[in-house]
């Protein structure tokens, strides 16, 4: 027993992909009708199994089809995705997955995810760049320098500013960007590389789970569930101050103990690797000139007009790809590279985050093994008939784990919204709570999974800095027990205010 390792990452997921496989023979296919609205003809159309029918675009075809949400959330593109249509499920023939669709999940996935894979691939390729420069070496010296003392701040700068991109655009795929960048410093001020992780990882994830502006989960879970998003908004502020807090003083008291007793490190045993992996090179004989100055200038650049355009210039992948490859080529001409080595560097670069996007794409797989098998929409069938006519409070903590639960299937957080919010909102008027309660539900469900949920982007996270998903575990659990039982007192309490 004392010779077996806990799997890598892809095998993890593999193992999750035959379960979900073999849940395709087990779980009952079903599907819902589903209704979007399309701009060119002014019109919904609902879609039936594989019959199409077009609707007038108007309130009382809405009342009609019992979706108490308002005409204009779709006509000004508040709900852009198609959503269910409640009191329409109906069972279908079984769709079970074989060996077949098993293998081909995960190059459907990477497919699927060739978006997000390919920003990383374009990232890797810039760092590789900068450090070939020296820049970044030089940068974390003298960053460590300056943070000598203070080093507990680096921890509640960067958690509490990655939240406040979760919590207001929904920062989270982009993270993937910051852990080679960050996880440097973090060792540098002699914390370990699960500080570094823990830091950026948990404050995107809190800001997400307590989103206030968020348009991908907040506003659109919101507009589906027919209410304003600005209904809670004080609550869900009120939460994301509780949980960040928690949650950074819960980082510092193990940053604290790894840094007085190196031996207390969850990953003491990795120390070697991991400083090698992330190995700042002698920086005394680097001459900190105004090109390398320059080259940090436009990298640095990069993030800024990344988020930006994420959160003002409704950008996606394509275009923050983009900026990061003209940022890569724009620091070989500062740092005067030759063709030949910018292309071998930015190729090796590339390389090294070749393992982490396989891990994004083999995920996504497992939702393609789902969605094939027509067993996502029967698992929120019976979750809305679990949840009817309960108490207040206990309603609240229960769809909260069912939506913990179905976002280990719908990892997606605009994705589950529309899906769920036309058949899960109308259950609050059942037990006389307002909808925000749904709402909340839906945010905190999926942001609690979320710090474990190995279909999501953990996994990924970790890969970046070889830690094993165990470990993680080990660190992570007696925070979200903490997390789990504040938001389910809160949730309660709220169900009766």
């Not at 379960?19 to 589903?34: E, F």
């Not at 029918?53 to 089809?65: G, R, V």
């Not at 077949?100 to 990477?110: A, H, L, R």
Request: aromatic share 12%.
């Amino acid at each position: 027993m004392k010779h077996l390792k806990f799997p890598s990452a892809q095998t993890i997921l593999f193992i999750i992909a035959g379960l979900v496989t073999l849940l395709t023979w087990v779980i009952p296919a079903g599907k819902y009708d589903t209704l979007s609205y399309n701009t060119s003809t002014d019109k919904f159309t609902r879609l039936s199994l594989d019959e199409e029918i077009s609707l007038a675009a108007s309130q009382t075809t809405l009342e009609d089809l019992n979706i108490k949400i308002p005409i204009q959330k779709f006509t000004n593109g508040d709900i852009y995705k198609p959503i269910n249509i409640p009191g329409t499920y109906k069972k279908l023939e079984s769709q079970p997955q074989n060996f077949y669709d098993f293998v081909k999940s995960p190059v459907k996935g990477i497919i699927e995810a060739a978006d997000i894979i390919f920003l990383v691939l374009i990232i890797g390729g810039l760092i590789g760049i900068l450090n070939k420069s020296g820049a970044f070496d030089a940068a974390i010296g003298q960053l460590a320098i300056l943070l000598k003392g203070r080093e507990p701040l680096l921890i509640v700068l960067v958690t509490t500013l990655v939240a406040l991109g979760g919590t207001t655009f929904g920062f989270a795929e982009e993270t993937i960007a910051f852990f080679p960048i960050l996880i440097p410093v973090f060792l540098a001020a002699k914390y370990d590389a699960i500080v570094g992780v823990a830091s950026i990882f948990l404050g995107s994830a809190i800001g997400t789970m307590c989103s206030t502006i968020n348009p991908f989960s907040t506003i659109i879970a919101s507009d589906s569930a027919g209410i304003s998003w600005t209904t809670g908004l004080y609550g869900r502020v009120f939460m994301l101050l509780l949980c960040l807090t928690i949650t950074i003083l819960y980082i510092m008291r193990y940053a604290k103990r790894v840094k007085n007793d190196p031996t207390k490190s969850l990953i003491y045993d990795q120390r070697e690797e991991i400083a090698n992996l992330f190995a700042i090179k002698d920086t005394t004989n680097i001459n900190f000139n105004w090109r390398l100055k320059l080259a940090l200038f436009v990298f640095t650049s990069c993030f800024i007009i990344m988020i930006i355009g994420v959160s003002m210039l409704d950008w996606w992948f394509v275009e923050m790809t983009t900026v990061f490859l003209i940022g890569a080529i724009i620091i070989g001409f500062i740092i005067k590279i030759s063709e030949t080595d910018f292309i071998e560097t930015f190729v090796k670069g590339a390389s090294d985050l070749l393992g982490v996007a396989l891990i994004i794409g083999i995920a996504r797989g497992v939702t393609v093994l789902m969605t094939d098998g027509l067993i996502s929409d029967t698992l929120l069938y019976y979750a809305s008939d679990i949840t009817t006519g309960m108490n207040k409070g206990v309603f609240a903590s229960v769809l909260t784990v069912i939506y913990s639960g179905l976002s280990f299937f719908i990892p997606s957080s605009s994705g589950m919204a529309v899906l769920t919010m036309p058949i899960m909102a109308p259950l609050a008027d059942t037990v006389g709570i307002g909808r925000e309660v749904v709402v909340n539900t839906y945010q905190y469900g999926l942001g609690l999974f979320y710090l474990i949920n190995p279909t999501g982007l953990i996994l990924a996270s970790l890969a970046v800095a070889k830690i094993n998903y165990s470990k993680w575990l080990k660190f992570i659990f007696p925070l979200f027990i903490m997390l789990l039982l504040v938001t389910l007192i809160v949730l309660a309490m709220s169900s009766y205010l």
